[in-house]
DNA sequence: TATAAAAGTTAGATTAGTCTAACAATAATG
DNA sequence: CATTATTGTTAGACTAATCTAACTTTTATA
């Protein structure tokens, strides 16, 4: 059975390399500062870790998941999505109480009580902020996807999710009503100071660039990730 | 914020001075051996507990709740018999599956999930057991109760509740058909041995004292636990 | 009431997870 | 390519929670 910390680490690990995945290996230190811990700290477990079977690792070198690591991080995974899931629409929770929650409900483990919780919610495919819930073997399609600091100007295009779970982000997404669903428009990308004028709805809101690298789109007219509309 | 492990010793120690309330204090080896730890580990522990201000205690003493500790204490309860109702009224559990998952549930620190599941679940007043769930100020009525070993010879009686959580007990009672609500009659007690034949519906059961003091009845006629019928 | 049994404590060790401070290896850059 | 900056490691210390082994206090009983 792995402690909270150890879950913990996985579910870091699964980010850097499977998610935000540039590569599919992260340093130590990028691992400390994600986990709020110094890099002794992430480069003692990292080699509990590995003692584990749950990384691969070499001295000074880059971590990267084992296939039972990726799975046991990637449940964890699971967990926080479906107790999110269900904070939201059945305890009517909104979208940026869930997650501070789901940080404590994901280390319950059953199996049992997940497919449970599951098959209650109807099977939902995605969590509150629009990620893909992970099967129960720990499976997950990871779509490729484009945000809005990618997209081309003039080109309306659908919200399908967001990166960033903080509270403040997601308020300040609500005041500017940027849900899940939303049509936004790039009306205006400024090359010099990368401010981007963001048509939603019938306003116009100039947001930074840590906002639009934050929030995942597919096109307006075709659904699709790449188009050529 | 309270750690796992001092939880759990405030939630034993409300058991034997507030449940199964000989006594309102409880001894260090006693609360050891409910927590299957060692004395000389309660004893430390009863320590820590003390300069928190969670207990009362003395070298050599015996330990009993702070008016802080018994509100503690009653709010893990709180959470344990919510999540017990929850994943046997919502997610289907058997009752007797309920109480190790709602072990790990019962650590989960959230007022308002706790107050949104107690509006989602109706406001149960009893969990699967039986027992009464404490308000979310951790106050709660513990009635006066009469089990099946005090009940007299011939008088029919109706099953409020299990003092056991146990998987084994739980099991037994589903094979002999004693269910919460049933109502049983105790045919004869045999002094010699103190087995008991209990009539549960048709059919009559011989069992022994351990079972009949961890079922709690009151009287079929009037509901009441003291009466005169 | 003297002695044995039960209950409780203390000292010293262990493991997980963390820290700081000093050091070492690798990568970046003038 | 030498120097600096970044990244990562090691050593030593701390806290929480546990253990064993030896000891002490309280309680029960012969």
Redesign the interface.
Known sequence: MLSFTEENYLKAIVQHTLFDGISDEVGVNQLASTLNVKPATASDMVRRLKKKELVHYERYGKVSLTKQGQRLGMLVIRRHRLWETF?YS????SWD?VHE?AE??E????G??MD??DE?LGYPEFDPHGEAIPNCEGEIKIPFRMTVSEMSVGKPCKVIAVRDESVDFLRYLDRIGLAIGATVVVVHREEYDELTTLRIGEKDTVVSPKLTSNVYVVCGSCGKTKCSC
């Open positions: 904070l059945t305890l009517n929770f109480e929650v404590e409900l280390h319950v483990h059953s049992k009580l449970r919780l209650f």
